[in-house]
């Protein structure tokens, strides 16, 4: 089961962390689509922290493919976020 499909069990989180490696630098999450960058970088900061100085900093607009629409939930999308 995937963790979209977790999420809509239960109350629905707005923002999951779906890959916490995406490459050296990044991470992926499935999010709701207006979930603004702010949310974002606080769920990926609490729930998978980077280890870094600057913690996660950089949510990816544009590139790397992302951000894409989740093939579970066309209401959500696959995000990345850099350090």
Request: glycine share 6%; net charge negative; aromatic share 4%.
């Given at each position: 089961?995937?963790?979209?499909?977790?999420?809509?069990?239960?109350?629905?989180?707005?923002?999951?962390?779906?890959?916490?490696?995406?490459g050296i630098c990044h991470?992926?999450?499935?999010?709701?689509?207006?979930?603004?960058?702010?949310?974002?970088?606080?769920?990926?900061?609490?729930e998978n922290p980077s280890?870094?100085?600057?913690?996660?900093?950089?949510?990816?607009?544009?590139?790397?493919?992302?951000?894409?629409?989740?093939?579970?939930?066309?209401?959500?999308?696959?995000?990345?976020?850099?350090?």
């Amino acid at each position: 089961m995937s963790e979209v499909q977790k999420s809509t069990q239960g109350p629905e989180k707005r923002v999951i962390v779906t890959n916490p490696f995406h490459g050296i630098c990044h991470m992926q999450v499935c999010a709701a689509k207006d979930a603004t960058d702010d949310e974002i970088l606080r769920v990926y900061n609490t729930e998978n922290p980077s280890g870094t100085t600057l913690d996660w900093c950089t949510v990816v607009h544009d590139g790397d493919g992302a951000p894409a629409v989740c093939a579970n939930d066309a209401d959500r999308l696959h995000i990345l976020v850099a350090c």
